[in-house]
Nanobody, 115 residues
Framework: QVQLVESGGGLVQPGGSLRLSCAAS????????MAWYRQAPGKQRELVSV???????NYADSVKGRFTISRDNAKNTVYLQMNSLRPDDTAVYYC?????????WGPGTQVTVAS
């Protein structure tokens, strides 16, 4: 089993920044892909960014150039640096880890972008 806990969400003004963290614990070896998703009210959950064990990354078009995903393998943590935040970035952000083709999810952290 893999346990994930997100942190770092909150209320921020448009144009501001936040850094989300996702700490993994449990049976964490062989986790090859970690990702951030988000779900806004009334919308489907969508992929924000993904990082593989080799460090390769991908981003949704809506966040390219504004968000950066990274991972610290020594701390078993993945980060999402979010800059130039916009009101349409408001959502619950979820961390996902894939290990041996099984997906594990964190409980999510709320990000609200509003003035």
């Amino acid at each position: 089993q893999v346990q994930l806990v997100e942190s770092g969400g909150g209320l921020v003004q448009p144009g501001g920044s936040l850094r989300l963290s996702c700490a993994a614990s449990g049976i964490i070896f062989s986790i090859n892909v970690m990702a951030w998703y988000r779900q806004a009210p009334g919308k489907q959950r969508e992929l924000v960014s993904v990082i593989s064990s080799d460090g390769s990354t991908n981003y949704a078009d809506s966040v390219k150039g504004r968000f950066t995903i990274s991972r610290d393998n020594a701390k078993n943590t993945v980060y999402l640096q979010m800059n130039s935040l916009r009101p349409d970035d408001t959502a619950v952000y979820y961390c996902k880890a894939t290990r041996l083709r099984i997906n594990y999810w964190g409980p999510g952290t709320q990000v609200t972008v509003a003035s």
